[in-house]
């Protein structure tokens, strides 16, 4: 036993090795079939989550926000009107000093925001004014307060769509200027966009009559009010 014990300091292995041999290799074949069956419960179970995930539309609400649930049939929508008006002071003489101005904000975390202020064209065109529409979205569903939107007849591709549009007055020099909607984009993951002329015509509010478009303006400061705002809803399983 001795002799055997210093075979096997020598070789640096352990006792048993010298009497019984080494210990056999694992068998592979067995190995591989524990790690395909290992890999294949795995790939299933990621193939039922991901069928949940997508059946339940958090796909969608995250890729695609309040866009998607706007069209998709397993969200119920509604349209309300926010009561209310709602100002922005605008400095025509710095158009840049306007941008990210807060037209509409509430706890919800929906808001309106001017997007641009310009002209459009070379010389001296009709003022215009841009704002954004952020609101909050959730796989259970979502919120926007905007200016101006499309409301489907219907949850179905091709059903004809009306537009819901907020009405914009401006102050000038103490006299009231009529707006009128330059144009929308269609709803995006988190909001949509809209613009509006500042000046489609001159309003006397002494006389009640519309005429023509100012030349010039005393201040450059005015007030630009919208009236008509909405609020559009998303909720799961309607």
Request: glycine share 12%; net charge negative; with cysteine.
């Amino acid at each position: 036993m001795d002799a055997l014990e210093r075979i096997a300091a020598a070789l640096d292995v352990d006792m048993t090795e010298i009497i019984y041999g080494a210990p056999r290799s694992p068998n592979l074949l067995e190995v591989k079939r524990r790690w395909a069956a290992v890999g294949g419960g795995i790939v299933m179970i990621l193939a039922v989550l991901l069928s949940l995930l997508a059946y339940f539309d958090f796909f969608g609400s995250w890729a695609n926000g309040l866009s998607y649930q706007f069209d998709d049939l397993d969200y119920r929508l509604s349209f309300t009107e926010v009561p209310g008006t709602y100002s922005v002071d605008i400095d025509l003489s710095d158009p840049d000093s306007s941008i990210g101005k807060v037209l509409y904000e509430d706890e919800t975390g929906c808001r309106i925001i001017v997007e641009a202020l310009d002209r459009d064209g070379p010389d001296n065109g009709f003022w215009r004014i841009f704002f954004r529409a952020e609101g909050v979205c959730r796989q259970s569903g979502g919120q926007l307060v905007t200016g101006s939107m499309q409301r489907p007849a219907g949850k179905r591709m091709g059903v004809f769509r009306s537009d819901l549009c907020a009405s914009l007055t401006t102050t000038a020099d103490g006299t009231l200027w009529p707006g009128k909607l330059q144009g929308m984009t269609g709803l995006q993951k988190h909001g949509n966009r809209f613009g509006y002329y500042l000046f489609h015509s001159v309003y006397d509010t002494r006389t009640g009559a519309a005429s023509g478009f100012p030349d010039t303006l005393e201040s450059n400061i005015i007030t630009v009010t919208l009236d008509g705002l909405t609020q559009f809803s998303t909720v799961r399983g309607g």
